[in-house]
């Protein structure tokens, strides 16, 4: 059974860099049907998709963040990436990986059907 | 403000049924698959439906799905008071390549 485990500080001051790993068991992030997905819930707000990585390489990421933002990929450890630098207290969220499922005949995600317990990353200025 | 648009509550009696709206453009549900997702405080979002109303094994079939032109529909039937959690709808955005949520629905069983 697929697993996802974030790791990560969980507390950092403003103007730092947020780095958090999401380590896959159960099955290899080596497929060309699933993408790799980072999601945060800020208190009191909804959801927010970060970015996602592909099998092969090619990231895609949501453009508030972009400047901040890498993503990447550890295929000999079966792990994927955040890098968010200069964070202030608007980075403050509980911080979700999630596996994305494609129909890898149109390309299109059907969905993301397995999530990480989620890491909470509080930030003081 | 959310390229999905979800009505923020929504309630219900305990065994009654609750839809939960989600609407979007073209290029989001005009275009691409719909999932739906329960979120319960501090726990993983789980997945409800995907492929617009399809169920994951382990989902009961009091959940279901639909889907017409650019809006979704999340059903609930006979309502339980540990539904009470916060519900997502989600999709591709074609023309920005990126995914969206739904800024969420907080169902109450009263």
């Known amino acids: 059974q697929l697993q996802l485990r974030e790791s990560g500080p969980g507390l950092l001051k403003a103007s730092e860099t947020l780095s958090l790993t999401c380590t896959v068991s159960g099955g290899s992030i080596s497929s060309n ?32 963040l972009r400047s901040r933002l890498t993503i990447s990929a550890d295929p000999s450890k079966n792990q994927f990436s955040l890098t968010l630098t200069s964070v202030t207290a608007a980075d403050t969220a509980v911080y979700y990986c999630a596996r994305t499922y494609y129909d890898t005949v149109i390309g299109l995600p059907y969905g993301m059907d397995v999530w990480g317990q989620g890491t909470t990353v509080t930030v003081s200025s | ?20 709206s989600c ?66 709808c989600g999709t591709w955005d074609k023309s920005l390549n990126i995914w969206v949520f739904g800024g969420g629905t907080k169902l109450t069983v009263l």
Do not use: M
């Open chain 1, 33 to 64: 049907a699933y993408s790799w997905a980072w999601i945060r819930r800020p208190p009191g707000k909804g959801l927010e998709w970060i970015g996602s990585i592909f099998y092969s390489g090619d990231t895609h990421d949501t453009a508030s």
């Open chain 2, 1 to 20: 403000q959310s390229v999905l648009t979800q009505p923020p509550s929504v309630s219900a009696a305990p065994g009654q049924k609750v839809t939960i």
């Open chain 2, 23 to 88: 609407s979007g453009s073209s290029s989001t549900i005009g275009s691409n698959y719909v999932s739906w997702y329960q979120h319960l405080p501090e726990t993983a979002p789980r997945l409800l439906i995907y492929d617009n109303n399809r169920r994951p094994s382990g989902i009961p079939d009091r959940f279901s799905g639909s889907k017409s032109g650019t809006s979704a529909t999340l059903g609930i039937t006979g309502l339980q008071t540990g539904d009470e959690a916060d519900y997502y």
